[in-house]
């Protein structure tokens, strides 16, 4: 079954110029409502105001879960940040950044792994120091890794990937080494250049991951969106959104740096579509007057509506979720995380008297 959109333009929006309106979902027949029942985070730890927001947020129940990625070497990662945001250097931690969160409960833990080219007993040993020494964990998210050594060209065949370390992590659990409870989580790239060759490789991967155990996909952010509309489509006639929980990734965007730099993290070569929405995120600062937060809103409330809009989630498919994913803490972040939430909730009189059950379609 389809869903069916309803665009409406809330009353605090006015001084947003290139608004297009907000959504909410709700299927055909029955109006139930579709939202984002799950939300996590990324959260890497890096400065306190980092930690302030995430503790704000699990709080007051506005995200679900907490994720903590597994960086390349620092000074590769800091060069990234200085590149896109010319900004000072990101100190190392030692300690697990969720660690250092209060009140957070093993439900509430994802811990990535990422292979980089660490050996198989490395791997090991992060994997057991992830689920046995946090406090616990809900779930493993296992990444090959962005570290610019991978690129060397033999590392592919002297490192492992993440199927591999999905099926490393299956046999651990199955000796006993890991708690049964513990999900594995994987990731997929929806902005691959949406040619044959390409699509095809990305979705033997996925496949590969779903098979080799993961339960939950984790996408990037849909940057390229025409190369996201074919991916999601050829995902759908393969039928891999009905075999696992899809969690759907967002970025921020207040800038177009920041626009950038994500580009770059997911290998996204320039074309005539990236530019074109550089420019327009450009020009949303200088000739509408918009604040970056202004910008960062507009810019998401386009990437919510591409959800909806074109991807046209089925009843039947288990997109379940959103993640998270910002680069600084900006104040704003909450806000548009209350936003994804409240205007999808919101139901007609009509809506609301045809509802038979709390049921959620799409994000639940």
Not at 112 to 117: G, N, P, R
Not at 291 to 299: F, M, Y
Request: a positive charge.
């Amino acid at each position: 079954m389809l869903v069916r959109v309803h665009v409406v333009r809330p009353a605090n929006t006015a001084r947003l110029h290139g608004y297009r309106g907000q959504y909410r979902m709700c299927t055909a027949e029955k109006g139930q409502k579709w939202r984002p029942g799950f939300v996590s985070l990324e959260y890497a730890g890096v400065y306190p105001r980092n930690a302030h927001l995430a503790e704000k947020l699990m709080t007051d129940g506005s995200v679900q879960a907490c994720i903590e990625p597994d960086l390349p070497l620092v000074s590769s990662w800091r060069r990234l940040l200085q590149q896109a945001f010319k900004a000072g250097v990101v100190p190392q931690t030692q300690a697990s950044p969720l660690g250092t969160l209060r009140n957070l409960k093993a439900s509430q833990k994802v811990f990535s792994v990422a292979a980089q080219t660490r050996s198989e007993a490395s791997i090991r040993r992060k994997i057991h120091h992830a689920v046995n020494e946090n406090g616990g964990a809900r779930a493993l998210l296992f990444v090959s890794g962005s570290s610019v050594l991978r690129k060397s060209p033999f590392m592919e065949y002297l490192s492992m990937d993440s199927v591999a370390m999905i099926g490393l992590a299956a046999r651990m659990r199955a000796a006993g080494e890991i708690p049964a409870h513990v999900e594995f989580w994987a990731v997929a790239n929806p902005n691959v250049p949406s040619t044959k060759r390409n699509l095809e490789l990305e979705l033997v991967k996925i496949e590969e991951k779903i098979e080799a155990g993961a339960t939950h996909v984790v996408t990037q952010p849909f940057l390229h969106l025409s190369h996201a509309t074919q991916f999601w489509k050829a995902a759908r006639k393969r039928g891999l959104l009905e075999r696992c929980d899809w969690h759907i990734g967002m970025g921020i965007f207040p800038t177009p740096a920041a626009y950038t730099f994500w580009l770059y993290l997911s290998g996204i070569q320039a074309d005539a579509e990236t530019r074109a929405h550089t420019q327009h995120i450009q020009q949303c600062l200088e000739q509408d007057g918009n604040t970056t937060a202004q910008v960062a809103r507009l810019q998401w409330i386009r990437s919510l509506q591409f959800l909806t809009d074109t991807l046209e989630v089925h009843q039947t498919e288990r997109v379940c979720g959103l993640h998270v994913m910002p680069l600084r803490a900006h104040a704003f972040v909450p806000d548009l995380i209350h936003l994804a939430r409240e205007t999808q909730t919101k139901v007609s009189r009509s809506d609301a008297q045809r509802e038979d059950s709390d049921h959620c379609v799409g994000f639940r």
